[in-house]
């Protein structure tokens, strides 16, 4: 790891657990920099290889680059391999699972009546509000009047919501079944 990448990995850590960048002189104590000049041409070398700006009063705000992550080959979920740490291109989180910010939610998993879909009490589900549906895509749908996430299922002409736990039952709405949105992704913490 080269020294402004060591930089970068500081100011990260610093902004996700404040939410803003200290000035010039917190920066070179949080890096180990005496020189406030030294500072400045750290800034200047990151913004321009687009991770920060510099505002006309000279904050300091990220951009784009910020807070992509550095997406490694892959590992090897099967039996045992040697390790491949070839680095590919920055991966952006946020553009691979949200395309429509202001039509994506998230929503958080109460309940286990889709854990054999992967769901988990406690998982952060993505979903695309408005996005089409079929048969067999797992939605957040408002059934009755209620919310429920579960599978979109279709049987004579009737759609229906499947759970992904045999312990439930199929949902058949009495009045109104809507589909709120599709479900793009998920997340957990361990």
């Known amino acids: 790891m080269n020294k402004d990448h060591f930089y970068l990995a500081k100011l990260r850590d610093y902004y996700a657990n404040t939410g803003v960048f200290p000035p010039y002189s917190g920066i070179a104590k949080l890096i180990g920099m005496r ?29 784009k680059s910020f807070f992509e992550r550095e997406l490694f080959d892959y590992v090897q979920a099967g039996l045992p391999q040697s390790a491949n740490d070839t680095l590919a291109e920055p991966y952006s989180i946020d553009e691979y699972l949200i395309n429509t910010p202001s039509r ?12 054999d879909a992967g769901l988990m009490p406690g998982d952060v589900v993505i979903v695309k509000k408005g996005a089409p549906a079929k048969v067999g895509n797992i939605i957040v749908a408002i059934v009755d009047g209620e919310y429920t996430v579960k599978y979109l299922e279709a049987r004579d002409g009737q759609y229906y919501l499947r759970p992904a736990n045999k312990a439930y039952p199929e949902i058949y709405a009495r009045d109104h079944l809507e589909i709120f949105g599709l479900v793009v992704g998920s997340f957990r913490k361990y």
């Open 104 to 115: 994506t939610f998230l929503l958080t998993i109460k309940g286990d009546s889709m854990i």
């Open 35 to 63: 020189s406030k000049g030294g500072v400045s041409a750290m800034v200047k070398r990151l913004a321009n290889a687009g991770y920060l700006d510099v505002t006309s009063d000279r904050r300091i705000k990220p951009q």
